[in-house]
């Protein structure tokens, strides 16, 4: 089993930051896992985020936070992080972390991710 925690979510004002942090463990964890950040918008469909792989050699983000927001990963503590810069309204939505094998997955190319977070409110107001 894969556990995902995450934290940091919460209420900022537009042009503000939020860093989200998720602590995965269980037994069936591999810090070789490729691990990223999906969002859910009410009404709309669940989007991918930010993707990094195991090493930190490959990463994605999508077109929607270049510029705004960077993932990171402290595999010694099994954490991925999400900084998130110059937040708008428009990136309100219930964050949730995510791990799989590749980072193609993450970043929703092909397939949907084996492991999941239970999602944390991120509200940007205008």
């Known amino acids: 089993q894969v556990q995902l925690v995450e934290s940091g979510g919460g209420l900022v004002q537009a042009g503000g930051s939020l860093r989200l942090s998720c602590a995965a463990s269980?037994?069936?964890?591999?810090?070789?896992?490729?691990m990223g950040w999906f969002r859910q918008a009410p009404g709309k469909e669940r989007e991918s985020v930010a993707a990094?792989?195991?090493?930190?050699?490959?990463?994605y983000y999508a077109d929607s936070v270049k510029g705004r927001f960077t993932i990171s990963r402290d595999n010694a503590k099994n954490t991925v992080y999400l900084q998130m810069n110059s937040l708008k309204p428009e990136d309100t939505a219930v964050y949730y972390c995510?791990?799989?094998?590749?980072?193609?997955?993450?970043?929703?190319?092909?397939?949907?991710?084996?492991?999941w977070g239970q999602g944390t409110q991120v509200t940007v107001s205008s």
């Open positions: 995510a791990a799989d094998r590749t980072t193609t997955v993450l970043a929703g190319i092909v397939g949907r991710p084996g492991y």
């Open positions: 269980g037994r069936t964890f591999s810090t070789y896992y490729a």
């Open positions: 990094m792989s195991w090493s930190g050699d490959t990463t």
